[in-house]
């Protein structure tokens, strides 16, 4: 396997620009997720690792090998699409041996990188199948197993889960981690999905308008987010945002909205010196903000009541959708509270976990 790099990447379709100055490394045997929203140049950046689209600026290398001018059957890359693109006409075996018979691989050789694949896929028992005997988990695993055969230096996958269901994709992302663990693959995936994202990735690379936003480890993105859209993009359901004012009193910094008013903790509230009298942005996350009889451990608490909009129950939790005044708030409580539509119900906030941002340049104060 080897790393990938990329060095000020930019495409541009006419005036449009889908990647602006992408600079990446995906470290050899790294489990690397593009994520952001649809249209954010995800896909494009990975096609253009691939080959498959033209780069208008930048360089891109796999190992120590520019490849800008490589073509993409040059590049020992191996992609998982979307679509499973299986022929319906060719047996299991086949359509997972085809890429090296058009290689002109000896037979011997064929025949044991795919009997090889098939063992670690689980597809054993189903070489002999045609792609309309499978279930779509199996036809995943095949075109998986195509790429397997391969043996090539990166795996490309682009939202090769999507047309699944949410059970089958559950398990395929399982497979997916156990299957990169055992190859110690160089693996590029992209998704739209920020919980796949944050499940599959040893990194995550998170892209808005065809710019990088922030590149990380998953909990490290999740807990310290660089900006407002990294903040309410990972996560689900996503923070809760709202505008007010910071003052400050004495020793004590203050934030008031439309809703309610909370003293900020003396660590966090020094980063907000120089917005004393400004408006910022403030967030909280859902499983920030506690039920009380949930909340008693908690140390630096602000207890609202709210009235309850509506509610859905998960199951182990219940996400209560309220408000206090004119801010709205997602909580993440116990599955057994006692939340009905119209209903006051209090909100504890652990004021542990405040994040603010600047309005106008949407960056991370704290």
């Not at 995800?42 to 691939?50: G, Y």
């Not at 682009?158 to 559950?170: M, Q, T």
């Not at 859902?286 to 199951?315: A, H, N, Q, Y």
């Not at 996400?319 to 005044?325: A, E, N, P, R």
Request: proline share 4%; aromatic share 8%; hydrophobic share 40%.
């Amino acid at each position: 396997m080897a790393r990938v790099l990329l060095e000020n990447v930019t495409k541009k379709f006419g005036d449009v620009t889908a990647a602006k100055n992408i600079s990446l490394e995906i470290a050899d045997q790294e489990f690397m997720v593009l994520v952001g929203p649809s249209g954010c140049g995800k896909t494009t950046t990975l096609r253009m690792v691939a080959g498959l689209e033209e780069i208008t600026e930048g360089k891109i290398y796999i190992g120590e090998r520019l490849i800008n001018d490589v073509p993409p059957k040059d590049r020992n890359i191996a992609m998982v699409f979307q679509n499973y693109a299986l022929y319906p006409h060719m047996r299991v075996y086949d359509n997972m041996a085809f890429g090296l018979k058009l290689r002109k691989t000896p037979k011997k050789e064929v025949k044991e990188r795919v009997r090889d694949a098939a063992e670690i896929l689980g597809l054993s028992d189903l070489l002999e199948r045609y792609p309309k005997q499978l279930s779509g988990g199996q036809r995943q695993r095949v075109a998986v197993g195509r790429a397997i055969v391969r043996r090539p230096e990166v795996f490309l996958m682009d939202e090769p889960l999507s047309n699944l269901d949410a059970k089958l994709r559950v398990q395929m992302r399982a497979e997916l981690q156990r299957l990169h663990k055992q190859l110690k693959a160089t693996v590029i995936y992209v998704t739209h999905d920020q919980v796949e994202a944050m499940t599959l990735g040893q990194r995550v690379a998170v892209i808005l308008k065809g710019e990088l936003q922030q590149v990380d480890k998953p909990l490290v993105v999740y807990e310290k987010p660089d900006n407002r859209f990294v903040a309410g993009f990972i996560g689900s359901p996503p923070m809760n945002f709202a505008k007010g004012t910071v003052n400050k009193n004495g020793e004590t910094y203050t934030f008031a909205c439309e809703g309610f008013k909370l003293d900020v903790p003396k660590d966090i509230g020094l980063y907000l010196e120089q917005y004393v009298g400004k408006e910022v942005t403030f967030g909280i996350r859902p499983e920030d903000i506690w039920d009380v009889r949930s909340s008693d451990w908690m140390r630096d608490k602000l207890t609202l009541e709210s009235v309850v909009d509506f509610r859905e129950i998960i199951g182990a939790e219940t996400y209560v959708y309220s408000h206090v005044g004119r801010v709205s708030l997602v909580s993440r409580v116990a599955g057994l509270c006692d939340a009905t539509t119209g209903s006051n119900f209090n909100l504890v906030i652990n004021l542990r976990k405040l994040h603010f941002f600047d309005p106008t340049t949407q960056k991370a104060i704290v």
